[in-house]
């Protein structure tokens, strides 16, 4: 747990925020700010900035995510179609740096 990020004080509970999923590994909540009809988050519990740094041990939990977001389609209601986006950096425009993918869905998915 990092002091001042905002996605482990989700994690811990000390911000609010609806888990539409939560394993030992990671969260799935909504982001407060959706840029496509259906827009979630995929948060990993551990803390790390980016995916520039991932080692060994956490690139394969983050694949067991994306094992587990292949499950979970049907029940977050993208089975239809999904985007994945990471943006690493501040020139990619990330803004908290804790690894987390983003899930955008929904009838138009706004293009790049
Ligand atoms: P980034 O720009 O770092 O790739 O994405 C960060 C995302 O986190 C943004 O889309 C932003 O709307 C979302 N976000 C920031 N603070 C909160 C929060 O407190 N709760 C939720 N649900 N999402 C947040
Ligand atoms: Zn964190």
Redesign the pocket.
Known sequence: MEKDC?FCK?INGE?P?KRLYEDEKMII?????P?AETHL?LIPKEHYADVASLNERTAADLGQCLLKLRELQDVLGIGGGFRLIV?KGVRA????FHL?I?ILAGRRIPGF
């Open positions: 905002v989700i911000i925020a909540i909504r982001d407060i700010n840029k988050l943006n425009g990330q803004t908290v987390h983003h």
